[in-house]
């Protein structure tokens, strides 16, 4: 059984969308999806709900956490998918982001290297009825398998982009990735035009767990 979404709930979250919006981080749409999605219900314990509705990165075990709400809407509005858009997520975490990119209409697919949490948010989201395809593996690789996607979001800090990435992206396909060492990186944006040629914008710092390359 999955929590409940209450009127308190709710309420809740709409005071922190009204507090994303006044940010000006994100559009109206990523705002509206993620005012319908439950952020509380995938925190692992229900006692902190009061907490998944303040703009706080949280403890979601395995040493991992599920992103800021600030961070979630940074992320989806440049992502911005369009509705029927595949989209690879690395860092499935939570799931709360890949359930974000559902509610945009996106077919998502996600991959978690700790196994603990993915088969934690694969339960978590058939209880929902979150439909989105969850791999467990090594995000560096992509999903050859499942390959082009229109857009790939990396919810992990990376010391630099896997090449696997860039050759996994559609042409016209975006992605969005922190990059960076020492704890913080900054949101790279790198575009893949239909002639196949790349370019590369900078959004700013934030400061991610890394996209780790061992196993633990
Ligand atoms: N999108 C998540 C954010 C979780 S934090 C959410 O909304 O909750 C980043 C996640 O990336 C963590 O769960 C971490 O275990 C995972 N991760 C780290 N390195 C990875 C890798 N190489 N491949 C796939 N996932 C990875």
């Given at each position: 059984m999955t929590g409940q979404d209450t009127y308190r709930h709710k309420g809740l979250r709409r005071r922190l969308i009204d507090e994303l919006r006044e940010l000006n981080i994100a559009d109206a749409r990523t705002l509206e999806a993620m005012l319908e999605v439950p952020r509380h219900l995938f925190f692992p314990d229900q006692a902190f709900v009061e907490k998944a509705y303040e703009d706080i990165a949280f403890k979601i075990g395995a040493g991992q956490?599920?992103?800021h709400p600030s961070t979630?809407?940074?992320?989806?509005?440049?992502?911005?998918?369009?509705?029927?858009?595949?989209?690879?997520?690395?860092?499935?975490?939570?799931?709360?982001?890949?359930?974000?990119?559902?509610q945009?209409?996106?077919?998502?697919?996600s991959i978690e290297r700790q196994?603990?949490?993915?088969?934690?948010?694969?339960?978590?989201?058939?209880q929902m009825g979150i439909s989105a395809r969850?791999?467990?593996?090594?995000?560096?690789?992509?999903?050859?398998?499942?390959?082009?996607?229109?857009?790939?979001?990396?919810?992990?800090?990376?010391?630099?982009?896997?090449?696997?990435?860039?050759?996994?992206?559609?042409p016209g396909g975006r992605l969005v990735i922190p990059v960076g060492?020492?704890?913080?990186?900054?949101?790279?944006?790198?575009?893949?035009?239909?002639?196949?040629?790349?370019?590369?914008?900078?959004?700013?710092?934030?400061?991610?767990?890394?996209?780790?390359e061992d196993r633990n």
């Open positions: 956490t599920i992103s979630v809407a940074f992320q989806s509005a440049l992502i911005s998918p369009k509705r029927g858009e595949k989209i690879l997520e690395i860092g499935t975490g939570s799931g709360y982001q890949t359930a974000v990119l559902v945009l209409g996106a077919r998502v697919f196994h603990e949490l993915h088969v934690r948010t694969k339960k978590l989201l058939d969850l791999s467990f593996g090594d995000g560096y690789l992509g999903l050859p398998g499942f390959a082009p996607f229109d857009k790939i979001l990396v919810t992990a800090g990376a010391p630099f982009i896997p090449q696997p990435l860039i050759d996994q992206l559609k060492k020492d704890g913080t990186q900054e949101m790279v944006v790198v575009d893949k035009a239909e002639d196949g040629s790349l370019s590369q914008s900078v959004h700013g710092e934030f400061r991610f767990v890394p996209l780790l």
